[in-house]
């Protein structure tokens, strides 16, 4: 069980950030698995007061707070009209909605989780990061700084570029941690597939030369094996490597299906 010696509701960022930059300080966001580590730490710094649990819209983009619950994800109808309901299948089958209502977004991308469905949708639809020392970053930036990084993560922005995406996972029970997570994007630098729980943090591929300007059988396949062999898999108690292969080209395959017809 994790104790910690203070409590402290930080009346502003810079307050919880000066706190944050004592090793043993740590951040409250949803504490569904920090809470499960065997330790005694700091100060525990709660952002609730901040704001940071809206989900606010413009022309241009939305911005989600780092406080914003997974269940929001799931059941927000502006984020559920952009996406045509691809929030909603990323994160409903994470457990139950107990615990989808405690989850955050901050706390889910912050841990970079490699069986994360959160991060796998959000690098698919070309987010960014607001983070309050470093400011604005994209999310496949963010991902790859170190996880000592004493920041303290404020909003994910999704900009509306985005013209369809679909979201699948393969899982061996419908609350299962996944065996594979796969989000296809159409934006506007072109196609993306984005891989995860291969059981690394979700990877992205993009669709460089062009292969699917129009969406046939035959170009579908091709891409779905271009993905299949950019990706890096493992194996865990989940799955093998290679059953992950597999599966990465079949959910390729099922989620460009929906663009038949289409042109790029």
Known sequence: MLYYNQYVRAESLDEAYTLY???????????????????TMGTAIDLCALGLDQVDETETEFRIGAYVSLRELETNERLNAYTEGAFRESVRHIVGVQ????????????GRFGFSDVMTIFRALGAKVELHHAGIMDLDEFVRLPRKTRDILVAVIVPKTVEKVVYLSQRNQS???????CAVAKRADGYAAVVGATPHLAEVVLDRQGVLTEITDESIS???????????????VRSGAAYRKAVCRVLVK??????KGEQI
């Open 21 to 39: 930059q004592k090793k043993n300080n740590f951040i409250l966001a949803g504490m569904l698995w920090q809470k499960m580590r065997n330790r």
């Open 99 to 110: 615990f989808r209502n405690v989850a955050t977004v901050g706390g889910s991308l912050w």
């Open 175 to 181: 609350t299962d941690f996944p065996v594979l997570t």
């Open 222 to 236: 091709k891409f779905a094996e271009q993905v299949s062999e950019e990706i890096r898999f493992g194996s865990n």
């Open 254 to 259: 099922r989620a460009l299906e929906t663009w």
